[in-house]
Nanobody
């Protein structure tokens, strides 16, 4: 069964950090671009960051650029999102997704992704 499973979410205080993980099973991530998205209650799904197949290129939404870092370990079939300096606006369900096709490019649009995880909840509260 092809699936992505996120983990690492939880409750953190403002200014704190979390590291999210995304593990693939049933397929290898090697040739897919991977993206992280988030969705807060009552809001649309929002692009967070993406990484190309090799990990050499990354792209971030403006508000996450200086605080979040996306990385991947193809040998472990894993992708990570390190989140620092979290604030109340970062609270959301975070999803990882694999590009719909093999791709060496970066992808921002949700429609470019074909496999999604179930999400992991990030709560920011004092």
């Amino acid at each position: 069964q092809v699936q992505l499973v996120e983990s690492g979410g939880g409750l953190v205080q403002p200014g704190g950090s979390l590291r999210l993980s995304c593990e693939a099973s049933g397929f290898t991530l090697d040739y897919y671009a991977i993206g992280w998205f988030r969705q807060a209650p009552g809001k649309e799904r929002e692009f967070v960051a993406c990484i190309n197949w090799s990990g050499a290129s990354t792209y971030y939404a403006d508000s996450m650029k200086e605080r979040f870092t996306i990385s991947r370990d193809n040998a472990k079939n894993m992708v990570y999102l390190q989140m620092n300096s979290l604030n109340l606006e970062d609270a959301a369900v975070y999803y990882c997704a694999a590009s719909r096709y093999y791709s060496r490019f970066l992808h921002i649009a949700p429609s470019d992704y074909g496999t999604w995880g179930q999400g992991t909840q990030v709560t920011v509260s004092s």
